[in-house]
């Protein structure tokens, strides 16, 4: 990038985690457009009585931080937690500058990941099929025959990204046409080509049993037939599937090795997809764990929700071995 002026302002959402946010500053300030890069921190305020100590500790920290060209910090008064506080700061700063690069506080970086989503951004402006820029790519086995750096993928990433405010502004918060999308088994099958947890996560979102932002920016994704822009190499490390966050559990099964090399990246216009990657993508989602497999078995043959509704002690089996 050769004017700053096309730098992107980068966006960090912090809560009550001080030492994985540190780490993720850290690793950011090695990234070489740090010091040139508008930095934009956004720390939600206490939940309850037990994140008040923690929530300091993180808003002591930040107002340490250096190594950026210009740093904001934007301490909420209420808590609002992660979803509204996305949609709302995103919302601030794509308005002002026109794209973004959105972090949260758990996510170590590769020094090249900055060159990499301003040089996205920059490519793949005026490619209205391209929805977002993902810095994380899932631990998938990429084709020998696939030689580019990058490829489409079917559902965007909450795991250190970027967009455009063009695309931001057609997101639909409300899912106006969900009460359509419920009925439509064709559609849900088409949304779930990006994993199949798509189409429950959706619907646990409008339930109100989860509070996602995400799932709906990639539900409008899907509506909008966009694609997201993978490196084959990622860029990106989450370090909060560790039992601290407050939307993820314990896994290691999203554990990446980070790209060190200084490479440039090689953007290609009219990327076409991939049916293999998009098949590995796909499987990645697949629930992992026996319990997991046996619902997703029972929901493809439709007597899932048979046996739910069911007031016998086959529902009370069902219960059981689903958390219901």
């Known amino acids: 990038m050769k004017n700053n002026k096309l730098l992107a302002p980068i966006v960090l959402f912090v809560y009550n985690r001080p030492d994985h946010t540190k780490k993720t500053v850290e690793a950011l300030k090695k990234n070489r457009y740090a010091n040139e890069s508008n930095l934009f921190i956004f720390s939600d305020a ?42 709302e700061g995103v919302t601030e700063i794509i308005d002002k500058y026109g794209k973004v690069i959105v ?10 990941f900055l060159e990499y989503m301003n040089e996205a951004l920059e490519f793949y402006n005026k490619d209205k099929k391209i929805w977002s820029i993902s810095g994380y790519n899932p631990p998938i086995k990429i084709p020998g025959n696939y030689k580019n750096d990058v490829y489409l993928g079917l559902r965007a990433s909450s795991w250190g990204w970027a967009t455009w405010d063009d695309r931001w502004d057609k997101n639909d918060w409300e899912v106006k046409d969900y009460s359509n999308f419920k009925l439509d088994k064709k559609s849900q099958k088409l949304f779930n080509h990006g994993g199949d947890d798509m189409s429950e996560m959706l619907k646990n979102q409008m339930e109100g049993k989860i509070d996602s932002w995400a799932i709906r920016w990639c539900y409008n994704q899907f509506k909008t037939k966009t694609f997201t822009i993978f490196p084959i190499i990622s860029k990106v490390q989450n370090i909060g599937m560790d039992g601290s966050g407050v939307h993820c559990g314990r896994t290691e099964i999203n554990n990446v090795i980070l790209d060190k090399s200084n490479k440039k990246i090689i953007f290609i216009e009219n990327l076409k997809e991939n049916s293999n990657l998009i098949k590995q993508f796909k499987d990645h989602y697949k629930p992992k764990t026996i319990k997991g497999k046996i619902a997703l078995f029972l929901k493809k043959i439709k007597i899932y929700e048979y ?18």
């Open 307 to 324: 046996l739910k509704g069911k007031k016998t002690s086959i529902k009370l089996g069902i219960n059981y071995l689903f958390g219901k």
């Open 46 to 87: 206490p939940k309850n009585k037990n994140s008040v100590k923690e929530v300091r500790k993180v808003r002591e920290y930040i107002k340490s931080i250096t190594g950026f060209k210009n740093i904001t910090i934007k301490e909420a008064k209420t808590n609002k937690g992660l979803a509204n506080s996305v949609i």
């Open 103 to 112: 972090l949260e506080d758990d996510l170590i970086t590769s020094v090249n």
